[in-house]
T-cell receptor
Framework: DVKVTQSSRYLVKRTGEKVFLECVQD?????MFWYRQDPGLGLRLIYF???????EKGDIPEGYSVSREKKERFSLILESASTNQTSMYLC?????????????FGPGTRLTVL | KQEVTQIPAALSVPEGENLVLNCSFT??????LQWFRQDPGKGLTSLLL?????REQTSGRLNASLDKSSGRSTLYIAASQPGDSATYLC??????????FGKGTRLHILP
């Protein structure tokens, strides 16, 4: 079974803090993704990575950066957290980049920025 | 336990035709339903989001409907183009914040 884990289920940070959200997958998947999920807006893609050290912007990359130093780990970074980044963050991975590849999601991190 | 089914699994239509993709779900107590497209090498792109209180949403050539009582949603694509070729995913968000995806419909538009 594919396992995607996220470092925290719940996180509370203050405005201006630097925040790291970590995601690890154990199935040697090529592609990894970060989404945020908001009521009324659904799931939106922030960034994705198709290989180590490679990254691509998604639909809403502003205010975020990512890091993929190892194949199994994909980090989402909020350089200076703001209240509008309060959200549920979901990480996903897929075997390759085929459009038929299933994306496997982690349990999510609910981030609150005060 | 919520289950989401998409029919057909694959579809090929000539360019210019209108088409309908179907999605059904077993538990009608959903918060919203979202349609995505998935392209090779990229993440999911959100197409349309329908809240549980809404019956349809439109964006350009796309129209999505929701019939919560019967557990069904359709995605209508008008005047299909080769660029519409992708996998289309339906996902429901339950009231416990869990998102359940269907397996998708692979759409191929023939030039």
């Amino acid at each position: 079974d594919v396992k995607v884990t996220q470092s925290s289920r719940y996180l509370v940070k203050r405005t201006g803090e630097k925040v790291f959200l970590e995601c690890v997958q154990d199935m040697d998947h090529e592609n990894m993704f970060w989404y945020r999920q908001d009521p009324g807006l659904g799931l939106r893609l922030i960034y994705f990575s198709y290989d180590v050290k490679m990254k691509e912007k998604g639909d809403i990359p502003e205010g975020y950066s990512v890091s993929r130093e190892k194949k199994e780990r994909f980090s989402l970074i909020l350089e200076s957290a703001s209240t509008n980044q309060t959200s549920m963050y979901l990480c996903a991975s897929s075997l390759s980049g085929l459009s038929t590849d299933t994306q496997y999601f982690g349990p999510g991190t609910r981030l609150t920025v005060l | 336990k919520q289950e989401v089914t998409q029919i057909p699994a694959a579809l090929s239509v000539p360019e210019g035709e209108n088409l309908v993709l179907n999605c059904s779900f077993t538990d009608s107590a959903i918060y919203n339903l979202q349609w995505f497209r998935q392209d090779p090498g990229k993440g999911l792109t959100s197409l349309l989001l329908i809240q549980s209180s809404q019956r349809e949403q439109t964006s350009g050539r796309l129209n999505a409907s929701l019939d919560k009582s019967s557990g069904r949603s359709t995605l209508y694509i008008a005047a299909s183009q080769p660029g519409d070729s992708a996998t289309y995913l339906c996902a429901v968000m339950n009231r416990d914040d869990k998102i359940i995806f269907g397996k998708g419909t692979r759409l191929h538009i023939l030039p």
